[in-house]
């Protein structure tokens, strides 16, 4: 196997290697949630190695290798449980693709996972401030400008989603919010009605209007001397709110692309174990520092390093 080291901590195991070899040495049937952002096929450089699906020649090549992911995914997760993945379309550019536009990359990602099995369960858009992108994209189909110049050339912001499959089979562990007894009710009660129905309406709704995409952890200090063009940790406020929907407290949580350890900081604060990978070393040592410092202490965690 190509998995170059591995952490483990109270709750949390991380390897430093190939998602497809670390999801291939876990049991078949053994997490119950995956929450995971994918590389976004060729349009960012991520690292330099060939093992890096962001260095995909083009989007065929892309989706051949992703589809053993999501194959891996769908053997190691149990029936009935759920696989998330945060996406956003991808912006076409005249240079590399011959014209300006968008590509259906969500699209392309829901096929995928049907393909290998998966049931399209649910998703979930979150609004973004469309003046934010313009300002760090610097994309002219947002620009003031471009809408005075000639509007046909506008365009909307990009949303982010968050889309949920589903493994066939029936769920064994029911993930049950009943009043009173689950973090659905929190430590505030509300004023009136009842919180978890409260809550419901707000997570059950197809617009999410109260996430905050600067939530994120810091990935400054991941970087590396030769580093790539694109760094950008999800959103704790999507894994918090998906794992709070999918998962039971003591439930396994996995991430093949764990970047600076987002999803395995919220997992274990969360009450949550969390197994992952990451191939680029640099991100590896800092997820490392994260997901410790969310300082869980319960039980072990399967993880198979041969």
């Known amino acids: 196997m190509n998995i170059l080291n591995q952490a483990q901590g109270d709750n949390w195991t991380l390897a430093n290697g190939d998602c497809i070899e670390v999801l291939n040495s876990l049991p078949e049937n053994s997490i119950h949630l995956s929450i995971f952002s994918p590389p976004y096929a060729s349009l960012y450089t991520y690292s330099n ?43 076409a550019m005249k240079e590399r693709d011959g014209y300006i536009g968008l ?5 392309d990602v829901i096929r995928a996972f049907q393909k290998a099995g ?35 050339r506008s365009r909307a912001g990009i949303p982010q989603y968050l889309l949920a499959f589903r493994k066939d089979g029936e769920n064994t562990e029911p993930v049950a919010h009943i009043d009173g007894l ?8 509300p004023i009136h009605g009842n919180l978890s129905h409260e809550r419901w309406r707000r997570y059950a709704s197809p617009v999410w209007m109260d996430i905050n995409f600067s939530n994120t952890l810091n990935a400054k200090a991941a970087r590396d001397n030769e580093d790539e063009r694109h760094v950008c940790p999800m959103a704790l406020d999507l894994i918090e709110r998906a794992i709070q929907l999918w998962s039971n407290p003591g439930d396994v949580v ?13 997992a274990i604060k969360m009450g949550r174990k969390f197994v992952g990978s990451e191939l680029k070393q640099s991100y590896f040592a800092q997820a490392c520092k994260n997901i410790e410092s969310a300082k869980a202490n319960q039980g072990g965690l399967f993880m198979d390093a041969a």
Not at 123 to 151: V, Y
Request: charged share 25%; with cysteine.
């Open 254 to 266: 996995f991430d093949p692309f764990s970047g600076v350890g987002s999803t395995g900081y919220q």
């Open 103 to 107: 590509k259906d990359f969500r699209g």
């Open 182 to 189: 689950t973090e659905f009710c929190g430590e505030n009660p």
């Open 49 to 91: 190695s060939d093992r890096d699906l962001g260095n995909s020649v083009n989007d065929d090549q892309f989706y051949e290798h992703f589809a053993h992911v999501v194959a891996g995914l769908h053997r190691v997760t149990k029936p009935g449980r759920i696989v998330c993945v945060d996406v956003m379309n991808i912006p």
């Open 118 to 152: 998966f049931i399209f369960h649910s998703e979930h858009c979150a609004w973004k401030d469309p003046l934010i992108e313009a300002t760090r994209t610097k994309a002219l189909g947002l620009m003031h400008k471009q809408l005075c110049k000639d509007s046909t």
